[in-house]
């Protein structure tokens, strides 16, 4: 780790620009008309090829959307977003979908390139296999054939739809009902892509496996929807990476990720989240409203969460784990760093249903500027839950006097041999800490994103390697300007 | 090498230092020794350029460079370096971690390349070994957890690698038992150099029994009271300094 955090600290000074993923790729792209209706959700099932009980799902989805309302409990002050002044499709041109990577657009190989995500696979990292998500749609997804060999479906969920339905029939849904929550029933009627994993047992995936997401087109809302299965005593680490273009309007960006571990099955989720922010008026960002649940069915399965939010003007979400095995295990991992104008207001819920069930929540808010950071948390103990244990620790760091950290934790037990731990902090950052830094040679903003790096160690060391390079700087970057 | 001209300096408006004259000379260790209260740690932090301690009055040259206009790292990249009294902690930074990322910052600064991870290695677990630092400790968190003994070695440590032009000690010996003393005497004096200074603040002279002062001063209510060679600090252990503040009033 030691090395790791130099070097980056030393990348973070040699990257001029605040949001350096802020610029747009020239190309053409389909669009459906503007706006929302029951024709744009057929729309986009008809481009998709969609069997007919997906479309009717959707549907049923669209018309339970338009009887609900947006949630206003979050610590966020959300601007009227308007519905119909969206797109809801938008799609590279291209003849057909590229049959290899030889045949993807140059100029949206060259565009990932250019984020840092070579999809060559000769080009690409060792061992992560990427499937990269353009606006609505999957542009190439690496490594297929030498995942195929050892039976690990990874795709985009629309080619799973094709390829895959019955496993895409059984499980969609199933942890994320399309009634669920104002943002998740409108993802389920009109979601475009995304990923698709499936783990069959017994199975170790041989390499991590990665989507990348990119928002180009202007006004153009994304709603991916992401699905991994891993059946029993299997593995698999996925991580997902976002950004976006700098625009002076808000985006709208509204996923949903559902996760099913079978017995003795592993998931490791990862996401490093840097959707554009807004300027440092607060104009412009993405607004990011995520559902993302994870069912722990099986008997000593385990999910892991492990995110680092360093974008979006707003950040709703609370990566969940829904525990029903016996002996099963929760945790969730997260960083969330807001700057300037941004707000976030993200936590997780851990539901514990089967006996001795066991859950671990690490977050760590770091707050600047005049960003306001909440950490919003549940812990449920259900009946069944003999035995069980959470320990929850929660520490907030502020940067400044003009920011604001709050903690909502909420907690329910309903069986008394359940154990739970909440521990919270708040802090700033030292005088005497930076002092000391600065008195050794290291400038103020360096400063702070080592130490800012040392608040978070706990988090950043659950990310894979990889990836933990480019969020410890993706932390120093978005604390540029938070100090002096 | 450092010129200190009728400095006067205030904490939240109260003045500590009232005139302090003093002149190092490249390759001299000064002692500067006091009471409680007599300004001590605030020379220290005025020369460093910790913010909160505001310069009412005098000058400061360091090799003829005004020093106060200077921010505390571009002081620290000109070779000003302070062993702190009481070493800061920062959690979840490793030791190793820190020293890399100050070495690197300073070789920046000077315009040298910086050096890749094996390479600092080499220099730090050498400098360490000397110290009786060992491996361990230069994995833990920087000071998290470390005993008195241990921060003040990690200062030492410090101090090896950065290697200053002018080192300044602030209370090094405080809170150290006597091998611990020794071993850190040892680390300052193979320090010395035909073109390194050092400015040694303790409230004891047990310290300068393992490090010889070429000059000793008493300072004492924001002034230089007295001046005189190493044995001024024998004097001022065996009369103390009620006598010698007596004499100068």
Redesign the interface.
Same mark, same amino acid.
């Given at each position: 780790m030691s090395r790791v955090a130099a070097e980056t600290v030393e990348q973070v000074r040699s990257l001029g620009d605040r949001y350096k993923y802020g610029f747009v790729t020239d190309i053409e792209s389909e669009q459906a008309p503007k706006g929302l209706n029951e024709d744009i959700v057929r729309f986009i099932s008809a481009i998709k090829d969609e069997p007919e009980w997906l479309l009717e799902w959707r549907l049923e989805a669209f018309r339970h959307w338009q009887t609900m309302t947006e949630p206003n409990w979050a610590k966020l002050g959300i601007p009227m977003i308007d519905y119909q002044d969206a797109y809801y499709y938008s799609a590279p041109k291209q003849k057909e979908g590229p049959k290899s990577l030889d045949e993807v657009d140059p100029e949206l190989l060259a565009t990932y390139d250019k984020l840092g995500i070579p999809l060559r696979e000769q080009e690409m990292l060792a061992g992560v296999a990427v499937d990269a998500v353009f606006d609505s749609v999957s542009v190439a997804t690496t490594f297929k054939a030498k995942l195929e060999e050892h039976g690990v479906i990874f795709c985009p969920i629309s080619e799973a739809v094709q390829n895959h339905p019955e496993l895409v029939r059984k499980y969609l849904g199933s942890v994320v009902p399309y009634t669920d929550n104002f943002f998740a029933t409108l993802n389920s009627a009109v979601f475009t892509d995304g990923s698709f994993v499936f783990v069959p047992k017994g199975v170790r995936c041989p390499m991590e496996l990665s989507t990348y997401f990119r928002i180009n087109a202007a006004n153009t809302g994304q709603f991916e929807r992401t699905l991994i299965i891993a059946e029993d005593s299997s593995y698999v680490s996925y991580l997902e990476g976002c950004t976006a273009p700098m625009r002076d309007e808000h985006q709208l960006h509204a996923a949903v990720v559902e996760l099913v571990a079978l017995d003795d099955a592993e998931i490791k989720y990862s996401t490093v989240q840097n959707w554009y922010p807004g300027d440092e008026n607060g104009v412009g960002g993405i607004f990011n409203f995520v559902t993302k649940r994870g069912a722990c069915i099986g008997a000593r399965s385990k999910i892991s969460w492990t995110q680092v939010e360093t974008g979006s003007a707003i950040t709703w979400k609370y990566p969940s784990c829904m525990l029903h095995g016996a002996d099963s295990v929760g945790e969730f991992y997260s960083i969330a760093i807001t700057n300037n104008y941004q707000q976030a207001d993200t936590g997780t819920k851990m539901v514990h249903m089967g006996p001795r069930s066991r859950s671990r929540v690490i977050s760590k808010g770091i707050s600047a500027g005049r960003a306001s950071n909440a950490y919003r948390g549940l812990v449920k103990m259900l009946p069944g839950a003999a035995s069980a244990r959470n320990y929850t620790q929660c520490d907030s760091l502020l940067i400044g006097s003009k920011c604001g950290a709050h903690t909502f934790p909420y907690i329910e037990s309903q069986n008394r041999s359940a154990r739970v731990e909440h521990e919270a902090t708040t802090s700033k950052i030292d005088d005497d800490q930076l002092f000391y830094c600065r008195q050794r040679g290291i400038g103020e903003e360096e400063a702070v994103s080592l130490i800012v790096n040392g608040f978070c160690r706990e988090v950043l060391q659950q990310l894979p390697m990889e990836f933990a390079v480019e969020a410890q700087k993706l932390v120093g970057i978005s604390l540029e300007g938070s100090v002096g | 090498m450092l010129e200190i001209r009728d400095l006067h300096a205030s904490v939240e408006g109260q003045a500590i230092l009232n005139g302090v004259d003093l002149s190092v000379g490249p390759g001299e260790v000064h002692a500067v020794m006091g009471p409680n209260g007599s300004g001590k740690s605030t020379l220290s932090y005025v020369l460093?350029?910790?913010?909160g301690y505001a310069v009412d009055r005098g000058e400061v040259l360091y090799d003829g460079r005004d020093l106060l206009e200077l !921010?505390?790292?571009e002081? =620290? =990249?000109a070779g000003l370096?302070?062993a702190?009294q009481y070493?800061?902690e920062?959690?979840?930074?490793?030791t190793?971690?820190?020293l890399?990322?100050?070495l690197?910052?300073?070789r920046r600064?000077r315009g040298e390349n !910086?050096l890749d991870?094996m390479q600092f290695l080499r220099v730090v677990r050498q400098k360490a070994r000397a110290l009786g630092i060992g491996d361990d400790m230069l994995k833990r968190?920087l000071n998290v957890g470390f005993s008195g003994g241990e921060k003040k070695r990690n200062e030492m440590l410090?101090l090896a690698i950065?290697e200053p032009r002018l080192a300044i000690l602030d209370e090094t010996d405080s809170g150290l038992d006597i091998d611990a003393l020794k071993v850190v005497a040892e680390g300052v004096n193979a320090l010395r150099s035909p073109d390194r200074a050092m400015l040694i603040i303790t409230h004891y002279q047990r310290l300068l029994d393992h490090i010889v002062p070429d000059r000793v001063h008493v300072l004492a209510k924001g002034r230089i009271l007295r001046s005189g060679g190493s044995e001024l600090a024998l004097e001022l252990e065996e009369k103390g300094y009620g006598e010698i503040m007596g004499e100068a009033a």
């Open positions: - | 460093s350029g910790r913010e !921010e505390p790292e002081r =620290a =990249a370096f302070l702190f070493p800061v920062i959690p979840g930074v490793g190793m971690t820190f890399r990322t100050a690197n910052a300073l600064g !910086e991870a968190a410090q950065l």
